[in-house]
């Protein structure tokens, strides 16, 4: 029973109606004047914000506002509609190329360059063009891969060969020690160094970067390229102190080796699109 009656004077309470009047201050006359309680006001707020919430959502939905919502763009029939369109230009685009083998051959036989039983029909145009080609066999990969590589070799040594007399002042890259020498055979076309810590990282000639990349194995790549068309690759496990762009000097220093970095890096040397031995041009 306490709970309940404590309740009716509660509800009470705020169902009791409050007088708010304007008078006029001369004559004391009441100009204006309203009856409000706590449970009206609150009541008209509720219905004001309810109105307010449908109307923004009104909004939003029927006008171009809901392409600023986040994840929301306005463009997404569009999009679909440009996936279709991009398939049925694919689609055009390999008819065309089969009436446009139909047409070679009609000219062909036309012109007499080749007889009518040897034409083939567009139904095995279509057959020949969608047949994939055969897989290599284990031998014939073994052969490719044998092939290649003296092929890489003899071409790397004859020009080592043919450069000899020629004499390039370059710049150590790093004071330190080879651990892995230039073996184009096992696809090794650089050198390995394990840099003295505290030690730099320099250009070994006046050049211009060409990049300076991170790889997804945690290595930073600078590639600079040099005159005479030659371009040097270094490859460290810190950050470069250059960008891609600028030039620097023979001896100028691209990166330093921290404390508690690994310094291990890897040196490349290329002229004319094919490696070279940085032990033949530089004295570690």
């Not at 996936?83 to 049925?88: A, D, F, G, R, W």
């Not at 003899?154 to 020629?166: E, H, P, R, T």
């Not at 890259?173 to 160094?193: C, D, R, Y």
Request: overall charge negative.
């Amino acid at each position: 029973m306490g709970i309940i009656s404590g309740a009716k004077s509660l509800l009470q309470r705020w169902r009791f109606k409050y007088k708010l009047a304007i008078l006029n201050e001369n004559t004391l006359e009441e100009v204006w004047r309203i009856r409000l309680s706590k449970l009206s006001v609150i009541s008209f707020g509720f219905f004001v914000a309810v109105v307010y919430f449908f109307l923004i959502a009104l909004l939003i939905i029927k006008t171009p506002l809901r392409g600023f919502l986040p994840g929301y763009s306005e463009h997404i029939d569009l999009e679909r509609q440009l996936k279709l369109n991009m398939l049925e230009v694919d689609s055009i685009s390999k008819e065309v190329e089969l009436q446009t083998k139909y047409v070679e051959a009609l000219r062909s036989i036309v012109a007499g360059e080749i007889v009518v039983d040897s034409v083939i029909s567009v139904d095995s145009l279509r057959i020949v063009a969608q047949k994939p080609l055969s897989e290599a066999s284990p031998k014939e990969l073994a052969f490719r891969d044998s092939f290649e590589s003296e092929v890489a070799v003899s071409s790397v040594l004859g020009m080592i060969q043919n450069q000899d007399n020629i004499n390039y002042l370059m710049q150590q890259p790093a004071q330190g020690n080879v651990v892995e020498s230039f073996s184009p055979h096992l696809k090794m076309f650089g050198i390995t160094m394990k840099a003295d810590y505290n030690s730099s990282v320099v250009s070994i000639l006046d050049g211009v970067i060409l990049s300076c990349d991170y790889t997804l194995n945690n290595i930073y790549v600078m590639t600079i390229q040099h005159s005479d068309n030659i371009v040097s690759i270094y490859k460290i496990r810190q950050p470069f102190m250059k960008e891609a762009g600028e030039k620097v000097h023979a001896g100028e220093i691209l990166s330093t080796f921290q404390k508690n970095v690994e310094t291990y890096f890897e040196f490349q040397l290329w002229k004319d699109g094919l490696p070279m031995d940085p032990q033949v041009f530089i004295t570690f």
